[in-house]
């Protein structure tokens, strides 16, 4: 594969990605999402950060492209497994707001606490680890 093409298939995969995620969004929007509006964007602002950063970085380590796709996938497994819902019991929906099941439901929101957990902690890492990287560069380059 060419580097254009890979870029390109960058940027494709990136734009499904934030389709997904908006759909999502739209899709299961609630009295969680709504309450909880502002942290939720402020998480959304620091995945696209500590991602953008990281693919500016130019790193090509094995490491840090596993952990950057793992923080895709736990950013999406969050916003996907999110139960949310309206004013009675019945409404509280996840996935796209599809499933309504109650014994699925509390897996559901397990699984998506857990991926939040795993992602601010991608997050993190990937911030660090491109902070390391880039002094690394400054001290070679004097």
Same mark, same amino acid.
């Given at each position: 594969?060419?580097? @254009? +093409? ?17 759909? @999502?969004?739209?899709? #299961?929007?609630?009295?969680?999402? *709504? ?14 950060? @500590? ?8 790193? %090509?380590?094995? %490491? ?9 996938? +736990? ?15 019945? +409404? ?8 309504? #099941? ?9 699984? +998506? ?5 795993? #992602? ?12 390391? *990287? ?9």
């Amino acid at each position: 594969m060419s580097v @254009s +093409s890979t870029k390109a298939a960058k940027i494709i995969f990136h734009i499904v990605f934030v389709a997904v995620a908006g759909l @999502s969004w739209f899709l #299961n929007i609630g009295w969680i999402r *709504a309450i909880f509006l502002i942290p939720m964007l402020i998480h959304a602002i620091l995945f696209y950060c @500590s991602v953008y950063a990281y693919h500016r970085s130019g790193i %090509e380590s094995r %490491e840090m492209r596993i952990a950057a796709y793992f923080a895709y996938g +736990s950013f999406l497994l969050f916003n996907v497994l999110l139960p949310d819902g309206g004013d009675t019991s019945d +409404s509280i929906r996840f996935f796209f707001g599809l499933i309504h #099941n109650g014994g699925a439901m509390n897996a559901a929101q397990a699984i +998506s606490m857990l991926a939040l957990a795993l #992602n601010l902690f991608l997050i993190i890492y990937l911030l660090v680890q491109t902070r390391k *990287a880039k002094r690394a560069a400054r001290k070679q380059g004097r």
